[in-house]
């Protein structure tokens, strides 16, 4: 599947994007950010660039109303396009197109302290996206219950895991893309 999204939609979407991306703000197309994979393992997470280059891009989430994210990251953010190159993630064997989402390595070490059987999340790899991101505990945590929501929702996945759970989450992934979701900012 990952093979199949890098050549027949990554592979013409970036030069379109880059182009896009290049024009509003100086820096590269992609962005890169370490984060915690299967069995608490750091990799390279892939995205488009939605922001301004930042320094502390390693240690803020975006917030609503963000000034660092740009206009065409407000779109593709808005779309989850930049999650696309994730699927170069997929292709190494880093992450899965369904699984619990990884947290910025700072997150993680700060969320395994505060959030009971967090660290559950690391007996998979993690996905381009999850029932987590589905049930409407994407983006932003901005408050506990949001991280403890999102964990509950991890271990029910892996809990229950099944291709039909996998395949229901894809397609609601695609039709939140289309839609447009509230917490994609």
């Known amino acids: 599947m990952s093979l199949f999204v890098i050549i027949f939609i990554v592979s013409w979407l970036t030069p379109l994007l880059g182009i896009f991306i290049k024009l509003e703000s100086k820096g590269p197309v992609f962005f890169k950010q370490k984060r915690n994979g299967l069995d608490y ?10 922001m301004t280059p930042s320094l502390t ?30 699927f170069i993630n997929v292709l190494k064997g880093d992450m899965s197109v369904v699984g619990p989402r990884p947290h910025m390595v700072s997150h993680t070490h700060m969320y395994a302290e505060k959030i009971d059987k967090f660290m559950v999340r690391h007996f998979v790899k993690p996905g381009i996206t999850g029932l987590a991101q589905v049930s409407g505990y994407r983006g932003e945590v ?4 949001d991280i403890i929501n999102r964990v509950k929702c991890d271990i029910f996945y892996l809990e229950n895991w099944s291709i039909i759970l996998d395949l229901k989450i894809v397609f609601k992934t695609v039709f939140n893309a289309v839609r447009g979701e509230e917490k994609a900012y």
């Open 41 to 50: 393992k750091e990799f390279y997470c892939y995205k488009f660039r939605s």
């Open 57 to 86: 891009a390693d240690l803020h989430q975006a917030t609503k109303g963000d000034a660092r994210v740009t206009k065409v990251g407000r779109i593709i953010r808005k779309t989850s396009m930049d999650e696309l190159p994730q």
């Open 142 to 145: 901005e408050t506990d219950s």
